[in-house]
């Protein structure tokens, strides 16, 4: 729904208000207009049902709201005398009609001036406690913090697996719900099920608060994934649904490239402008490096280095005059094995391949070694390279021309580690726009910023009017992983737009190795640390603790002393 057709939305509802209590407002000792005026009418019906004023804010809160109604059309039933269940039953299950009922129908009703709110059961007093915990937390969780876990590596030994964070929405400004009717903090499914928690429609206009800081270079950020359309997130090949944007799923990244930047990659390392961007001290970028041992077997490498991400690759060896054959061609094409040259000469030919022992006899190989690709900080590959007991490491770079990698389009032979240089579009900007620029920009021109696009031989029609250069609504950031080998980012799926952005992951409240035996499951060291800041990581845990007891403390001492 657009700006216009919610305006005409809300007149009705005022309208209905109005025919369905006008007479209650007078039975009130109120005017019959005062139901009529938007906004005023919530102000003074909270007066005649004896409610603070402030819950018509509330009533403006998307999903708020949805707790917030029901309550107030029971409350509407009781001001006038109508306490049993069936009322109760009524005022909720017409959506709120039943007061049609009272307004037009019930005769017998007078309005309780001085009607006692505390619940008359102790049932009552529990729905009451939990219906006000409900609402507090959903306005915490949607405009102020939010809890949010790691589930991946991506960010791996920045922000580990298993750290669980708390989101500050109002650094960047805290996002108005788009989506209306929806189970208070339950973001996409309902748990244990694949059903959404949520109702595609009505949808509200995009609306952003005030910012305190503009998303800043290295920015450790939450968004929403722009290309998510899956039911169950780690299936990619599953089945897929329409998501609306704040019901996608939340990603956590590192801003590397801001609106107006233009970056490139070269050997992993991100460059800003053709500078190297300079991460803080805390960030520890990781790749894969190839590690050939001398005397050592892998296992004792990964208990040495306490390695968790690694994959065992075998090089085959053999003449060059053998590999050359038609047969030997012929024989891995038909099988559909990939092989990656590592070496060669014109007596020998060293390659990477996946192969069994039947394929590994008919092509008549020889084993070169056994290659271990582990994932390292570039520090812990320095001192791998002096162990003794290995023969080298070597970063492993990509040479490909065909990976999954943005824009995947014709043209464009970039790969993970060798990338760009590609424009950030930033809002105000124009760019020239052509058709060898045109799939950088396509996700932009028609998702994020709702234009539509047709090509016509040589002409770009947007909106369908001819084009040679565009102008971004929008700013656009680009999200990298520090586990530059192990991260589903932006270099798969492009831009993000603001419109997507959660908000600043602020501290790790708790983190949890699934690894870990007993108590030490739990990583102590990490507990109510900071997510950002310089220098080395500090907890404040045993502060907390010390704080917790003092203030539990004085209000023991307090009680005691009242009594």
Known sequence: ???????????????????????????????????????????????????????????????????????????????????????????????????????????????????DLQPRTELGDWVSSILFAVVAATIVHTYFIQPFLIPTSSLEKTLLVGDFLLVSKVHYGARAPQTTVAIPMIHDALPGTTTPSYLKFPQLPKFRLPAFQSIKRNDIVVFNWPVDTLVVINNPYGEVRHKPIDKKTNYVKRCVGLPGDT????????????????????????????????????????????????????VFKTSASNFNKAEFQNYLKVKKIDVSVTKQD????????????????????????????????????SIMKSDPEVLSVTKDLSSSTTENIFPNAPGYTWNRD??????????????????????????????YEGNTLKVNGNQILINDKVVDSYTFKQDYYWMMGDNRHNSQDARMWGFVPFDHVVGKPVFVWMSWDANGKGINKIRWNRLFTTVGGDGKLTSYFIPFLVLLGLIFGYNKYRKRKNA
């Open 1 to 115: 729904m657009d700006i216009t057709q919610w305006i005409i939305f809300f007149l009705v509802i005022q309208v209905l208000h109005g025919l369905a209590t006008w007479k209650l407002y007078k039975k009130a000792d109120r005017q019959a207009w005062e139901a009529f005026i938007p906004v005023y009418n919530a102000v003074i019906l909270m007066k005649i049902i004896n409610r603070p004023w402030w819950w018509t804010i509330l009533l403006f809160l998307p999903i708020v709201n949805l707790i917030l109604l029901p309550v107030i059309w029971v409350e509407i039933a009781r001001s006038y005398g109508k306490n049993s269940a069936i009322d109760t039953f009524l005022a909720i299950f017409t959506l709120g009609f039943y007061s049609f009922y009272l307004n037009y129908v019930a005769t017998d009703i007078n309005h309780i001036k001085e009607r």
């Open 263 to 314: 970056l490139s990659i070269k050997d992993g390392y991100v460059y800003i402008d053709g500078v190297k961007n300079q991460l803080p001290d805390r960030a520890k970028l990781q790749f894969f490096y190839k590690v050939i041992l001398k005397n050592t077997t892998p296992e004792a490498l990964y208990q040495k280095y306490k390695i968790t991400e690694k994959q065992e690759r075998y």
């Open 346 to 381: 014109s007596l020998e030919v060293n390659f990477l391949a996946n192969l069994d022992q039947k394929s590994f006899d008919l092509l008549k190989l020889d084993m070169a070694e056994t290659a271990l690709y582990v994932n390292l900080t570039e520090d812990l590959a």
């Open 418 to 447: 060798f990338f760009g240089p590609i424009y950030i579009p930033q809002a105000g900007k124009t760019i020239a726009l052509n058709l060898e620029t045109l799939p950088i920009y396509k996700r932009v021109l028609t998702a």
